[in-house]
C-alpha cells in the first residue's frame, strides 16, 4: 500500500504556470500506474491525467491536452503534473492516486489517494 503526499499548488493568474508533485513512500512504487483527478467546489471529481508504470505512456483529459504535461521519476518516488497556460476553469483540489496495471480515468479503480492540494487560478 502507498501513501501518496501532493504538494505545489497555490495561487497563479491566468496563463501562468505550476508543478504539482506527488510524493509516494513504499518501495513498490515503479510498479503503479499513477493519476492526476482533480475536484472544483461543488462538482464531481474529474480525472485529469495518467502515467503508466514506466512512465512510457501519458494520458490526459481533453480539458487539459496540450496545457498540461506528467512525468515520472521512479528514483525518486516522485510523480510531477506541470500545468501552463492555466485557467480559471482548473481551480481546484487535485489529487493523485496510484493504481496497478494500466491507466485508468475511472477514480474507483485506484487504490490509495493523497490529501490534495489546491490550485486556484484568479486574476
Known amino acids: ?13 491566468p496563463g501562468g504556470s505550476l508543478r504539482l508533485s506527488c510524493v509516494a513512500s513504499g518501495s513498490r512504487f515503479r ?33 487539459v491536452t496540450g496545457r498540461f504535461t506528467m512525468s515520472r521519476d521512479n528514483d525518486k518516488n516522485t510523480v510531477y503534473l506541470q500545468m501552463n497556460n492555466l485557467k480559471p476553469e482548473d481551480t481546484a483540489v487535485y489529487f493523485c492516486a496510484n493504481r ?11 487504490d490509495s489517494w493523497g490529501p490534495g492540494t489546491q490550485v486556484t487560478v484568479s486574476s
Open 31 to 63: 510498479y503503479y500506474a499513477i493519476g492526476w483527478f482533480r475536484q472544483a467546489p461543488g462538482k464531481e471529481r474529474e480525472w485529469v491525467s495518467c502515467v503508466s508504470s514506466a512512465g512510457a505512456t501519458t494520458g490526459y483529459a481533453d480539458s
Open 100 to 110: 496497478g496495471g494500466r491507466c485508468s480515468p475511472h477514480g474507483g479503480e485506484y
Open 1 to 13: 500500500q502507498l501513501q501518496l503526499v501532493e504538494s505545489g499548488g497555490g495561487l497563479v493568474q
